[in-house]
């Protein structure tokens, strides 16, 4: 369960990662509120989960999990440039949190 909760963390991290983007320097209302939402929701879910786990672990793949789902969204949607080094680099990224969360262990 405390895995679940670091994965739906680093999902939303992506999430406050985009509307920081959205939110041009929180100079957009909606944006700027969908970031504190997604901030709090994401750090709330990974402390929930730090009670369980070991931090490093659970800390690289929840930043794993946000910097390749953040860089995703932004090829998929936000025309950031695409190209085969980034898609390995990320492949590599997401191999790393499968290996990190295989590896980590519940106390």
Do not use: N
Not at 22 to 30: A, C, M
Not at 54 to 65: K, Q
Not at 86 to 103: D, P
């Amino acid at each position: 369960m405390a895995w679940l909760l670091v994965v739906v963390a680093g999902m939303l991290e992506t999430g406050f990662a985009v509307c920081l983007k959205l939110s041009h320097g929180f100079t957009r209302l909606w944006p700027t509120i969908a970031f504190a939402c997604f901030a709090l929701g994401s750090f709330g879910l990974l402390t929930l989960s730090l009670k369980k786990l070991d931090v490093g672990p659970a800390y690289a793949v929840w930043t794993g999990i946000g910097a390749a789902g953040t860089a995703i969204y932004g090829m998929v949607f936000l025309g950031d440039l695409v190209s085969t080094l980034k898609l390995v680099s990320i492949s590599f990224v997401i191999v790393g949190v499968i290996g990190l969360q295989l590896s980590g262990s519940a106390h």
